[in-house]
């Protein structure tokens, strides 16, 4: 019998590059999709596809490799895990940086998932879509990512009931921390954006959210959450017979998820406010305005 295969996108780096691995290693045909696919290693049943998931013609240039590499055989899973994270308070936040944000992780999931789709309802496969704990909490200085997850969380809702009698299977899988490589380039996005703003928004939100980036890249290289911990997930959610729809990868992840059930908006709020500028902050930016 040939080999069941599964497009896994942002593959090349993280959370993507582990889960690619480990799905080639327990036996799936595996392709490991990215715009750079360069240093991919070369294992057996893992097969590097160029996929800029925010260009349309890009997806139907890989969806064409693919159908060749598989000899007709319908592709049997996607993990729709490509992502970037763009940091910014939302003041400073250029329209741009949000068209980025949200082409790259919402965006480009609908157009590989519709390219997909006609395979997997032939192969009666599955569907990982990769969010996070922010598409359950939104963060102050991660409103384009929050918006970004909290989009996620709702295709995901909406394709799973479209899909209920389609024999196609729709899961969310929510990391926490876990050190990647995004988190080097979070803060390096965030440098920039900072550096860009108007200096009367600097003297506003500069230091906290300088703090901020110095403060989450810091606790991510402590999580102990990792990147196998996450292909471990992906791994049952595409061995297990009947896969559920919704999966917590790390500890933080399973508490933010909880947090947003049982704690009121105010209480929320209240988690965030010692981080952020005070109110003689705002009143001197507002003298010198
Ligand atoms: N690490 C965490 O703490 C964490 C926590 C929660 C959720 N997540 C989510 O997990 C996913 C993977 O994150 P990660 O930590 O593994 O990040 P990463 O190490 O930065 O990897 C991101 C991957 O996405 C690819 N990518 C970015 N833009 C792309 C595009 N336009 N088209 C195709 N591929 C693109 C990158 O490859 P190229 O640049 O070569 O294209 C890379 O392979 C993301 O969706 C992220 O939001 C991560």
């Not at 691995?21 to 750079?36: D, E, I, K, T, Y």
């Not at 996607?78 to 919402?106: F, K, M, W, Y």
Request: net charge negative; charged share 15%.
């Amino acid at each position: 019998m040939s080999k069941k295969s599964v497009l896994v996108t942002g593959a090349s780096s993280g959370l993507g590059l582990a889960a690619a691995l480990l799905l080639a290693r327990s036996g799936f045909q595996v392709f490991a999709a990215a715009r750079n696919i360069h240093d991919l290693p070369e294992v057996p049943g893992l097969v590097p596809v160029v996929l800029d998931v925010s260009c349309q013609a890009s997806v139907a240039a890989a969806f064409e490799q693919i159908a060749q590499a598989t000899g007709g055989q319908p592709l049997w899973a996607l993990v729709n895990n490509a992502g970037i994270c763009v940091p910014s308070p939302l003041e400073l936040l250029g329209a741009e940086e949000l068209r980025r944000q949200l082409d790259t992780n919402v965006i480009g999931q609908l157009i590989v998932t519709q390219a997909a789709l006609p395979h997997l309802r032939r192969s009666h496969g599955r569907v990982i879509n990769v969010t996070s704990g922010l598409g359950s909490i939104a963060v102050p200085y991660l409103g384009a990512y929050s918006i970004a997850q909290f989009a996620k969380m709702a295709f995901t809702d909406a394709l799973r009931r479209e899909l209920e009698h389609s024999g196609v299977s729709v899961s969310v899988v929510q990391p926490g921390a876990i050190h990647t490589p995004i988190w080097g380039k979070f803060r390096a996005t965030g440098q920039q954006l900072l550096a860009q703003a108007q200096p009367q928004a600097r003297a506003i939100y500069g230091a906290s959210f300088q703090a901020f980036l110095a403060q989450s890249e810091a606790l991510a290289k402590e999580a102990v959450t990792t990147a196998d911990d996450f292909a471990e997930v992906i791994l049952q959610v595409l061995t297990t017979a009947q896969p559920q729809s919704h999966y917590c990868v790390g500890d933080d992840a399973g508490e933010f998820v909880a947090m947003a059930r049982s704690l009121s908006t105010p209480e929320l709020d209240a988690l965030f406010s010692a981080q952020m500028p005070g109110a003689q902050a705002f009143a001197e930016a507002g003298a010198t305005a």
